[in-house]
């Protein structure tokens, strides 16, 4: 798998809401309604994680939030293959 450049990295970022480029990974910051709503969500997200296998780093804290962090690990940074996942976790909201 190819990585993407920091242009080609920012011209995707303009197509999702709230993603922000750091370092090597493309990372959200969401917001539940409560703790199990929140749960919820990870839970939704694993399972689109299963299916494409590919794995993101999931953060819960507080109560309500959850961080998600996507780079491709074995490539050493982002790839398409990144975007087609935060584009999936995008659809659960």
Request: hydrophobic letters at 45%; charged letters at 30%; glycine letters at 4%.
């Amino acid at each position: 798998m190819t990585l993407l450049s920091e242009d080609e990295i920012r011209l995707k970022l303009d197509e999702l809401i709230g993603w922000f480029y750091s370092e090597t990974q493309i990372v959200k910051d969401f917001k539940l309604k409560d703790f199990k709503e929140a749960m919820v969500f990870v839970n939704k997200v694993a399972d689109i994680a299963e299916l494409l296998n590919h794995h993101p780093d999931i953060l819960l804290y507080g109560w309500n939030k959850v961080k998600i962090s996507i780079s491709t690990h074995s490539e050493g940074g982002i790839t398409r293959r990144d975007f087609e996942l935060a584009e999936k976790i995008e659809s659960l909201i």
